[in-house]
Each structure stands twice: as structure tokens, then as C-alpha cells.
């Protein structure tokens, strides 16, 4: 069998946990408002339409900061047509996903949603369209207490307190073409500063997010960063950071693979911003916010009939059914992100319901977990105090997109009293022994050990299988003079919470 090991270093942080790593994404697109969070009729609706029973998996899901309303959607959204009377709202056409948009659900109603899961508002504003009056206008609303205009409309509609938003993002990718309005990184380097600089002039404290690349194959990738940056680097907080990974040609070997481009990509972005930041003279350290990454077969999308010469209400979009392999992809990402969570401070698993989600729903009927809903709400749960980066040795396998890489990945969390251990193991053919040196955690016990795998690493939750995948007990992990030693099956991802 092959083994590996893996010593923690308790002095190794790599930053106290900020609970926006593990943030989400509702964008109106698909069924992700409409018949995924918001559907009056349902059984478990509550007064404003919302699924209760969408609510209950949010929260078991444990994400935290909510990036609303897009996404490509936010690039032609109009604030003011989703306030008000619900039944003055006027519909229009989205052209991001050539659909209908009822305006049924809109920022006020949206808000009370997130006091439901216990998750922040993280609200993008329109630079596609529209511009600097159009973003103040939405944060006088949303966050002056009373006694203008717009916070008094606000009350009139129903919401007597302000919603109170720290972060937003300065419009959406947009150096995308598909982006309604998109623009060169020069363009919109400057809308963005000139809106950031307007937005903190009405508050100093938000924390704004500046467009990054839509991908790192973009053929502007850094160039677009750097340009964007010299514009607005005094005026932000953090860059935007944007990926989606998919199994490619049946190469399994590479997709397991996948968290070695996302550390290229962050590490790239970090380098970048740090330049900037050293060419003009500035001792602030700009933050990188991952709203957007996830599994996305998009390849498959491309030649579907999801877009079509039709104008529906809330279409079956991108509604991608995930297997174990997926999930265990998933979960090596997010441990990629832990293990850089020094400057990635925020991130969205994009998106929350139905649309390339972790939870899915029938109309009228049930909700249920995707395969990749469960490490992600694990190591939501578990991962407490501080991020150690470990030391692994293990041995590699050949990929052909990243040649050689490591057959298990990891990364651990301290808190007081406490630990917990996250692990993935690539190989599709061994069991991997592993052995972890915790003798200075001062732990003793296992108290949870869970794995994510199965025989068939094709295996999926499908509306007529909603069990078909779930955790397994991760057997015959043991802690023996100081040495916590597990065995990791094939192709799995596996979590241990120890004391």
C-alpha cells in the first residue's frame, strides 16, 4: 500500500479562519430564485414565497456571505424595478441569460432570505449598464438609516432598518465579451475607481471588490489585473477571482488535479497586486475575493438549447448533476483555498440552488443534497481557529495537463482543544495509509472521521436517487503515540475532527 505522511508545524499559520471563505452565490438566473429559494405554492413556503425547506439545507450547508444578484445578471439589473409593491414591479428581459425576470424577489425581500440561513449580504452593483449614480443610489437605500430619500422609500416599502452591507463588488467580468457592457481593463479600471471612490466618500468602511479575470485562460489575464489595479488599488480592498473545473475527454487523472491551476491562479493574482502595490509606494496588501468557483461542465452547456429565441420565466439552466469524482474535486479546491487563505479572505461557491449548486429542488416537491454539498458543509462546520499549512510527503502520478502531481492533498485547522484534518486522496486505483504527526496539538481523540468515495466514482444524487451518495465512516483511523494514522480510499475526500 502507498503510504504518506504528513507533519503539522503548530507555529505554520497561515491565517485565523474568516468565515467568508466560505461564502455562496445567488444569481437570478435558471431556477435558482424562482423554484429553487423563492416558490409561494410550495408546501413549505413561508409568507414571502421562500422554501423552508431550501432554508433548512442552506444553513446545514453552513455558508456564510451570499454574493447577490450576479453574476452576468447583475450587468443589466436595474435596483429600483425589484423595491416596491410587488405587484408594480414591471418585468424585463435579461439579456445575460435571455430570460424573463419578474422582479418578485428583489434586494428587501432577498435580505429577509439571508436572516433566515444566518448569511451576509454581499451585493454586486451594475457597471455594465449603468454606473456611479446608479451604485449610490442602491447603497443609500440599502444602508443610510432614515431621513433622505431613499432610505425613506426603503421604509415606506417595509424595512424599517437598514441592511447594513459591507461588501461590494464593483460590477461582474467585466472583461468578458458575453458581459453586457463589457469593457478593456483601462475602461474600467477607471469606472470602478471613480464609483469606489464615490461609494467611500458616502462610507469609508465598506470593503469593495474590483473585477479580477473572468478565468486564467483569458488572454488578458494579468495584464488585466495590473491595469486594473493601477486605477483603483487606493480605493478597494480586495480583486475578484473567478474558476470553474470540469473532467475533460475522460481524463480523470488531470481533473483530480485541478487544485494545482487554481494555486497558479492565486498565486499569479497575489504576485500582481503585490507589484502594483510596490510600483505605487503603498503598504496595503490587497485581498483576493474567490466569488466564483465551483464544478461546471460548461463545455456541455455550450451546445444545449438552454438559450433560445424563446423569453421564458426561470428556464432549467446549467443545472449540472454532480458525481463522487466531482465532489472530491470540490473539496480538494476548498482545501486550496485554506491553504491560501493568508489573501484569498472571502469566497462564493457559485452558485446555491439548482444552478451548478450544491442543492437541488423539484417544483411542488422535494430538495435534496448534490454529492458536492457535503464537503463542503463539513469542512464549513469543522474548520475552526487557525489554518496550518502541513508538510506532505507523498508520492506523485502523471497527469497530462500538470504532469506530476501529488496523490494526496491536505490542510488542517486549530482552535482551541481541537483540530481538524482534511484530506484527499487522488490515486483511482490504492488505498493510501497516511500518517500525521498531532503530538503537538496536544489531542488524543478522534471525535468524527468521515469519507466521501464510492465503488463507482461516477455515482450521483439524482431526483429519483436523492441518497444515492452520501459520507461513510472513515474506518480504522486511530491516534497511537502521538501519530494519527487513516486510510484513504480511492478517489475520496475525508474529514477528521479531533481533541
Known amino acids: 500500500m502507498t503510504k504518506a505522511r504528513i507533519s503539522i508545524d503548530r507555529t505554520a499559520v497561515v491565517a485565523p479562519i474568516d468565515r467568508r471563505i466560505f461564502g455562496s452565490f445567488v444569481e437570478h438566473l435558471g431556477r435558482c430564485v424562482y423554484d429553487g429559494i423563492y416558490e409561494p405554492g410550495h408546501p413549505t413556503a413561508n409568507e414571502d414565497g421562500f422554501r423552508l425547506d431550501v432554508v433548512d439545507l442552506v444553513r446545514e450547508l453552513g455558508s456564510t456571505t451570499i454574493r447577490y444578484p450576479g453574476g452576468n445578471f447583475v450587468s443589466g439589473f436595474r435596483w ?96 468578458g465579451p458575453w458581459q453586457t457592457g463589457y469593457m478593456t481593463a483601462d475602461d474600467y479600471g477607471k469606472i470602478a475607481a471613480r464609483t469606489a471612490q464615490a461609494m467611500k466618500a458616502a462610507d469609508r468602511t465598506l470593503e469593495l471588490v474590483v473585477c479580477g479575470s473572468s478565468g486564467s485562460g483569458m488572454p488578458t489575464f494579468g495584464d488585466w489585473e495590473r491595469t486594473v489595479l493601477e486605477h483603483t488599488y487606493e480605493h478597494v480592498d480586495f480583486i475578484s477571482c473567478h474558476a470553474y473545473y ?24 497575489v504576485a500582481t497586486a503585490d507589484h502594483v502595490g510596490h510600483k505605487l509606494k503603498s503598504s496595503k496588501k490587497i485581498k483576493l475575493s474567490f466569488d466564483e468557483w465551483n464544478i461546471w461542465y460548461l463545455d456541455e452547456h455550450r451546445e444545449s438549447d438552454e438559450v433560445n429565441d424563446e423569453w421564458r420565466y426561470a428556464p432549467r439552466q446549467l443545472e449540472d448533476v ?8 470540490l473539496g480538494n479546491l476548498l482545501i486550496t483555498l485554506l491553504k491560501n487563505h493568508d489573501r484569498v479572505a472571502s469566497a462564493s461557491l457559485a452558485q446555491l440552488v439548482n444552478v451548478i449548486a450544491p442543492i437541488m429542488t423539484e417544483p411542488g416537491g422535494d430538495a435534496w443534497r448534490q454529492t458536492t454539498f457535503f464537503p463542503f458543509s463539513i469542512t464549513s462546520r469543522l474548520a475552526k481557529g487557525e489554518v496550518i499549512a502541513p508538510r506532505i510527503e507523498v508520492g506523485t502520478y502523471d497527469t497530462a495537463v500538470y504532469g506530476q502531481a501529488p496523490l494526496v492533498d491536505s490542510v488542517v485547522t486549530v482552535d482551541e482543544g481541537s483540530a481538524a484534518v482534511f484530506l484527499v486522496n487522488r490515486s483511482q486505483t490504492e488505498s493510501i495509509e497516511v500518517s500525521i504527526a498531532v503530538d503537538g496539538l496536544g489531542i488524543t481523540t478522534i471525535d468524527e472521521a468521515v469519507t466521501l468515495w464510492d465503488d463507482d466514482v461516477y455515482a450521483k444524487n439524482t431526483l429519483a436517487e436523492q441518497d444515492r451518495v452520501g459520507l461513510k465512516a472513515l474506518e480504522g483511523a486511530v491516534i497511537r503515540d502521538g501519530v494519527l494514522t487513516v486510510t484513504l480510499p480511492p478517489v475520496s475526500w475525508s474529514a477528521l475532527s479531533l481533541s
Open 80 to 175: 429600483e424595478d425589484s423595491v416596491g409593491p410587488r405587484d408594480k414591479r414591471p418585468v424585463r428581459r435579461d439579456l445575460a441569460w435571455h430570460s424573463l425576470e419578474t422582479n418578485q424577489v428583489g434586494v428587501d425581500e432577498f435580505s429577509r432570505w439571508l436572516k433566515l440561513t444566518g448569511s451576509e449580504l454581499m451585493m454586486a452593483v451594475n457597471l455594465g449598464t449603468r454606473g456611479i449614480e446608479a451604485a449610490l443610489d442602491l447603497l443609500e437605500y440599502c444602508n443610510h438609516p432614515s431621513g433622505t430619500a431613499l432610505s425613506d422609500q426603503r421604509i415606506a416599502n417595509g424595512t424599517v432598518e437598514p441592511h447594513d452591507i459591507r461588501m461590494w463588488c464593483l460590477g461582474n467580468e467585466m472583461d
Open 246 to 269: 470540469q473532467e475533460r475527454g475522460g481524463d480523470l487523472a488531470s481533473y483530480l488535479a485541478s487544485s494545482i491551476d487554481m494555486q497558479y491562479f492565486i498565486e499569479t493574482v
Open 322 to 329: 454532480y458525481s463522487v469524482a466531482d465532489a472530491v474535486v
